[in-house]
């Protein structure tokens, strides 16, 4: 069964932080790219994160880079999202996803992932 079920949002300050987790099964786990998304009200859903589990190979989306990291522990099966510097337009809900595309191309690309959590909601207050 492909399960991912993520946790740590909440309610923060401008500059604050958080830490994202994703728990996945081990068939979701085999899926080479894991990565992270975020939909706020009224917008489309966007990449935020994404990393090949094998590799390591992390990439950002342009407006993250240097705030947001992106982790696994491949023993747990977890991959995390560290979220540094929050400013209140990261307000969204931030979904994890298992696939089977990942470079610095693909990895953005919604459709190529097959597998979603349920999500995990974060709010940034000024």
């Known amino acids: 069964q492909v399960q991912l079920v993520e946790s740590g949002g909440g309610s923060v300050q401008a500059g604050g932080s958080l830490r994202l987790s994703c728990a996945a099964s081990?068939?979701?786990?085999?899926?080479?790219?894991m990565a992270w998304f975020r939909q706020a009200p009224g917008k489309e859903r966007e990449g935020v994160a994404g990393?090949?589990?094998?590799?390591?190979?992390?990439y950002y989306a342009d407006s993250e880079k240097g705030r947001f990291t992106i982790s696994r522990d491949n023993a747990k099966k977890t991959v995390y999202l560290q979220m540094n510097t929050l400013k209140p337009e990261d307000t969204a809900m931030y979904y994890c996803?298992?696939?089977?595309?990942?470079?610095?191309?693909?990895?953005?690309?919604?459709?190529?992932?097959?597998?979603w959590g349920q999500g995990t909601l974060v709010t940034v207050s000024s």
């Open positions: 990393m090949h589990t094998t590799t390591g190979s992390a």
């Open positions: 081990i068939a979701a786990y085999r899926r080479p790219c």
């Open positions: 996803a298992a696939g089977v595309a990942c470079d610095s191309g693909s990895w953005k690309r919604s459709d190529y992932y097959s597998f």
